[in-house]
């Protein structure tokens, strides 16, 4: 596993778990993780953000299920139409509408599931709408290549006069494999492990996240801390599936080649290492009791109850017996989920680093290549990605996402979050950002890590001895994706 970066290497001066699922357990986590980082970013901006904004809009709901809002002036002259995974981007054309009353926007929330396919074929039918597109990292390979963005390098938009000011990664991830800006976000969202200063302390002696920093050090480091809290009488984790953020260090697809390395095959291990040894909670992401748990005590639950059967919950709930999650694995979002959710925990959690640098989610916002609209799209998108004031309203009515505008972060990286004990949580994640190695995210990722999920739910359940398992998984991929190269 690759160490971490020491303090001197980081930066100075400054958004459904991942389909990895650590073997999730049963359908609906599968079907949870197919939309994990859209979902959990829609949780967040629901919660914080919706009843905090003006946003100048009525909202709808089309035929096909899609949420439009429509921001601004109904009888302006311009109008803009943005397609996106989450609600942030109604806020945000709020926001714009209020100083462009002579500009109407159109916003449409498609679900996660629908929009790759929704995209792709308003491109192929030559539609000179939506004039704005997004996407998530694992989508955006796709995107490019097929040639859906506009070129953000060239006249009249000059992206790259802006390089400097936005975090690395971030900027990075959206270029194409030339090097060509197509897309612009305006957040980061690396991953940190969120964790009960209370428990720490009475367990560990301290609650310092340098200090409980090193109980997730690495995947052997994390099964002696696992098996610390249970002699305690506490669970690690909410379920396994928490590790997913820092599910092996390495890019699944390296030069046509399907890429299985020993810190893979190590995630695995501890995924079903965990389970079996009764360490978890037994709770499956977004479900009732994960979020329960982020407020206190749970009832107990072994490994053969579906949390998501609230019948089986209540049957739990009557036998007495009660646990308390020491820690969740999350991205930047994470912070206003658990916000939303810890009550009188509040104060009570703080934030530190896992094995690796992991990262989840992250909405890219570009034009599309077809808008008759270029220029108000870029205005928009650069009022949205690139302006100082309008990231320093978001910061104020989001109650804390991190941006990427290193500006806008270097002027917060002080602010200290009450609800994680006064850390300074932009200095942390900004550090956090700095180790992100874009170079292996690839366009095959969630497909193989729902394969590899799978192969984890058939070792940790007993349904398959892992030799078994992980020759299914090769030939899952083979027939999936026969251009891969599959070294057995």
Aim: aromatic share 10%; charged share 25%.
């Amino acid at each position: 596993m690759r160490a971490r970066k020491i303090s001197a290497m980081l930066m100075a001066g400054a958004m459904v778990l991942s389909l990895t699922a650590c073997g999730g357990g049963t359908d609906k986590t599968t079907e949870a993780a197919k939309t994990e980082e859209p979902a959990a970013t829609e949780v967040k901006t629901e919660a914080t953000t919706e009843a905090k904004t003006k946003e100048a809009a009525e909202e709808e709901t089309d035929a096909e299920g899609n949420k439009i809002a429509v921001a601004g002036n109904q009888d302006a002259e311009q109008k803009l139409v943005i397609w996106t995974l989450s609600n942030d981007l109604k806020q945000f054309a709020g926001h714009y509408c209020e100083n462009h009353p002579d500009v109407q926007i159109e916003t449409v929330v498609i679900a996660p599931a629908d929009y790759p396919t929704k995209v792709q074929a308003a491109m192929r039918g030559r539609q000179a709408e939506p004039d704005i597109i997004v996407g998530e990292p694992q989508m955006l390979e796709t995107m490019y290549e097929a040639g859906y963005f506009e070129d953000l390098n060239q006249e009249p938009y000059n992206a790259q006069d802006y390089a400097d000011q936005e975090v690395d990664y971030a900027w990075q991830i959206g270029q194409d494999a030339d090097g060509i800006q197509r897309a612009i976000t305006y957040q980061i969202t690396p991953a940190g492990v969120f964790y009960r200063r209370d428990i720490a302390e009475k367990v560990f002696g301290t609650s310092d996240p340098e200090e409980i920093g090193k109980l997730f050090a690495d995947y052997d480091t994390i099964k002696t801390t696992g098996q610390t809290l249970k002699d305690a009488g506490y669970k690690i984790f909410a379920s396994e599936g928490e590790m997913n953020y820092w599910a092996g260090d390495s890019a699944w697809v390296v030069d046509g080649k399907l890429n299985v390395d020993q810190d893979r095959k190590d995630y695995m291990d501890l995924c079903v290492y965990l389970y079996q040894n009764d360490m978890t909670a037994y709770v499956d992401a977004w479900s009732t009791t994960w979020y329960n748990a982020m407020a206190g005590e749970i009832p107990v639950i072994d490994a053969d109850t579906s949390v998501w059967d609230d019948a089986a919950m209540a049957e739990a709930e009557k036998s007495g017996n009660t646990t308390e999650v020491f820690a969740y694995g999350l991205p930047t979002w994470g912070t206003l989920v658990m916000r939303d959710n810890v009550k009188d925990l509040s104060g009570q959690w703080g934030v530190c680093s896992g094995p690796s640098y992991g990262f989840g989610g992250g909405t890219y916002i570009g034009i599309s290549a077809l808008s008759e609209n270029k220029d108000l799209a870029w205005d928009f998108l650069k009022s949205t990605t690139l302006d100082a004031d309008t990231l320093n309203w978001w910061v104020d009515v989001s109650e804390g996402d991190v941006v990427s505008f290193l500006p806008v972060l270097e002027q917060h990286k002080d602010d200290e979050n009450q609800v994680y004990g006064g850390e300074k949580l932009y200095d942390f994640f900004l550090k956090q950002a700095e180790g992100i190695d874009t170079s292996r995210i690839t366009k095959y990722d969630e497909p193989l890590k729902k394969a590899w999920g799978e192969a984890i739910t058939a070792i940790k359940t007993g349904t398959m001895d892992e030799e078994s398992a992980i020759s299914n998984f090769y030939d899952v991929v083979e027939s999936t994706y026969p251009e891969l190269t599959v070294e057995r």
